[in-house]
């Protein structure tokens, strides 16, 4: 796993290395930020980050500042460390903390991209998008990983849902947050 582009290419992360964490491969990472290509990003959330390779790409491509989160021991270690390795830490803030927790207590944080790539059984979808609405800026964008066979709502809230393409087992399902 590696970085695919930006200040970072090429830049070999570190895997979580658990049954329970499934990295995104390297092409279908591309693929996303290809598809999102042509826009700049200051605040990013990674949520269920895993190792941080999405939020991490995005920083690499020129985001200002990025918030992994994620309820997994291991997990967290991983970002650390790949937060290390880039020489990033500094433009992050890195939280242990449960889903449901962080979305209850987001404050006044309000983000251009989010990244929610959730374990597959964990069918936490339109809990999170509709959660998330009020902290996307106007026009910013929501990836979601979910497997292939899940197809979500075309819109949520403000959330208009303005791609989606399936790479193997998975999908992968674009937003934008559009107000009338």
């Given at each position: 796993?590696?970085?695919?582009?930006?200040?970072?290419k090429?830049r070999?992360?570190?895997?979580?290395?658990?049954?329970?964490?499934?990295?995104?491969?390297?092409?279908?990472?591309?693929?996303?930020?290809?598809?999102?290509?042509?826009?700049?990003?200051?605040?990013?959330?990674?949520?269920?980050?895993?190792?941080?390779?999405?939020?991490?790409?995005?920083?690499?491509?020129?985001?200002?500042?990025?918030?992994a989160?994620?309820?997994?021991?291991?997990?967290?270690?991983?970002?650390?460390?790949?937060?290390?390795?880039?020489?990033?830490?500094?433009?992050?803030?890195?939280?242990?903390?449960?889903?449901?927790?962080?979305?209850?207590?987001?404050?006044?944080?309000?983000?251009?991209?989010?990244?929610?790539?959730?374990?597959?059984?964990?069918?936490?979808?339109?809990?999170?998008?509709?959660?998330?609405?009020?902290?996307?800026?106007?026009?910013?964008?929501?990836?979601?990983?979910?497997?292939?066979?899940?197809?979500?709502?075309?819109?949520?809230?403000?959330?208009?849902?303005?791609?989606?393409?399936?790479?193997?087992?998975?999908?992968?399902?674009?937003?934008?947050?559009?107000?009338?």
């Amino acid at each position: 796993m590696r970085v695919i582009g930006g200040y970072h290419k090429g830049r070999i992360l570190k895997r979580v290395g658990k049954k329970t964490t499934r990295e995104t491969a390297d092409m279908v990472k591309e693929s996303v930020f290809n598809m999102i290509a042509g826009r700049n990003f200051n605040c990013v959330l990674d949520l269920f980050a895993g190792s941080g390779a999405y939020g991490l790409e995005a920083l690499s491509r020129g985001a200002k500042y990025l918030y992994a989160v994620d309820h997994d021991k291991d997990a967290i270690k991983c970002v650390f460390e790949n937060a290390r390795i880039l020489d990033v830490a500094e433009h992050m803030t890195i939280l242990e903390r449960d889903y449901k927790q962080f979305l209850k207590n987001i404050g006044n944080l309000y983000f251009d991209l989010v990244f929610i790539d959730p374990p597959y059984d964990l069918d936490v979808y339109d809990e999170v998008l509709n959660a998330l609405n009020e902290s996307i800026e106007e026009y910013g964008l929501i990836v979601v990983e979910s497997k292939k066979q899940k197809i979500l709502n075309e819109t949520y809230k403000d959330l208009v849902k303005i791609k989606e393409k399936t790479y193997g087992i998975k999908r992968v399902t674009i937003y934008e947050k559009i107000i009338d």
